[in-house]
C-alpha cells in the first residue's frame, strides 16, 4: 500500500436539501486530492487518479512527521503569493491547475516562489506499517490531529459540528460547498457510498447574456453579464432548447469571425456556476433556463 497507487475513496454528491445531521463537516477545498506518502523522512505524492506529483511540489520534501510511516489523505491548494499585502491570503482553483500542469524542474522552481501550495488532510489511511482504514473517521481523525501539525505545508482541515450552518457560510462566502464524514464509517478504496462521505456543491446562479455561437467542433455559446465576456457555455442544454434558441438567434446575427457567429440584441439565460475564476470567468458553468434581462440572479 505504501508508495503505490492506490484510488482513495471518493466523495459522494448530495444536493443542499439532502444535508445530513452528522457531526463532522468540513470546508470543501477547491484545489485537488493528494495522497501523501510519507516513509522515514522520504515523501511521494499522488493525485486520485495514480499520477505521481512529487517533483511538482518540492514543498513537500521538507515535511517531518512523528512516526515511520504513514499515508495522508487530503487536498492540494495554491495561495497567491503576490496578492496586496493588506488582503487576507486567498487559494485559487486556477492556480492549483497551474501548479498541476508545472512539471518541468525549472518551471516548478520558477512558480513555486509565487504559488505556494499548500495541503490541508483530513483522514489518514496508513501508520507505521500497517493500513488503518478498518478504523472508524472518528479514530482516525485523532490519529491524524496526532501525525500531523499545522506548518506552511500541512495541516489538518477544521471540523464542525453542524453541517446546515456550514454550508449556509460557504454558500455566503462564495466557497464551493461542504465535506460531510460519518463519525462511525471505516474507508472504503475505490468506491463511492452516501453513508460514509459526502460533498455538497454551493453552486451560485447568475443571468447571462449569449451572445456567440461556436460554428464549428464541439458546443460552445459564448456568455457576457453587463457586457463582459465570462467564458463559454460547453454543457448544451436540452435538445428542445437548442432547436428554441436557433429558431429566435437566426433572426438575430450580425457578424461571422474566427469560427463564432455574434448575436445582437442578445438572448438571456439563468446559469448554474462552481465559482469565478481567478480572472473573472465562470468556472463550469451549465444552462438552467431562458429568463428575461432583469431576472434575480
Given amino acids: 500500500m ?5 484510488k482513495p475513496m471518493l466523495l459522494y454528491p448530495l444536493q443542499p436539501n439532502q ?10 477545498w477547491d484545489g ?5 506518502h510519507y516513509e522515514n523522512d522520504k515523501v511521494r505524492a499522488f493525485s486520485r487518479h495514480g499520477t505521481e506529483i512529487t517533483s511538482r511540489f518540492p514543498e513537500l520534501l521538507n515535511i517531518k512527521l512523528p512516526v515511520k510511516s504513514a499515508i495522508l489523505d ?3 491548494i495554491v495561495f497567491d503569493l503576490n496578492q496586496p499585502k493588506d488582503h487576507p491570503p486567498k487559494y485559487w482553483w486556477d492556480d492549483a491547475m497551474t501548479r498541476f500542469n508545472t512539471k518541468t524542474e525549472s518551471g516548478v522552481k520558477r512558480i513555486a516562489t509565487t504559488l505556494r501550495a499548500h495541503f490541508p488532510l483530513w483522514d489518514i489511511l496508513y501508520l507505521n506499517g500497517k ?3 478498518e478504523k472508524t473517521f472518528k479514530e482516525r481523525r485523532e490519529v491524524l490531529k496526532s501525525v500531523v501539525k499545522t506548518s506552511e505545508t500541512l495541516s489538518v482541515t477544521p471540523l464542525y459540528d453542524n453541517g446546515h450552518e456550514l454550508f449556509q457560510k460557504a454558500k455566503e462566502l462564495g466557497l464551493e460547498g461542504v465535506c460531510q ?3 462511525d464509517a471505516p474507508m472504503i478504496l475505490n468506491g463511492r457510498s452516501e453513508h460514509h462521505v459526502v460533498k455538497v456543491k454551493a453552486y451560485q446562479y447568475i443571468t447571462c447574456q449569449i451572445e456567440s455561437i461556436r460554428l464549428k467542433g464541439n458546443f460552445g455559446w459564448g456568455l457576457s453579464v453587463n457586457g463582459k465576456y465570462v467564458g463559454v457555455l460547453e454543457f448544451p442544454p436540452s435538445h428542445d432548447e437548442i432547436r428554441a434558441f436557433n429558431q429566435i438567434s437566426k433572426q438575430l446575427i450580425c457578424g461571422e469571425s474566427k469560427g463564432w457567429r455574434y448575436l445582437e440584441p442578445l438572448i438571456s439565460c439563468k446559469i448554474k456556476f462552481q ?5 473573472g470567468k465562470l468556472r463550469s458553468p451549465k444552462f438552467e433556463e431562458f429568463c428575461t434581462p432583469n431576472s434575480v440572479q
Fill in 2 to 6: 505504501l508508495n503505490q497507487i492506490i
Fill in 19 to 28: 444535508i445530513k445531521s452528522w457531526k463532522y463537516n468540513s470546508l470543501k
Fill in 32 to 36: 485537488f486530492r493528494a495522497l501523501i
Fill in 74 to 76: 487530503g487536498e492540494c
Fill in 131 to 133: 493500513p488503518i482504514l
Fill in 181 to 183: 464524514y460519518s463519525g
Fill in 275 to 279: 465559482c469565478f475564476t481567478k480572472d
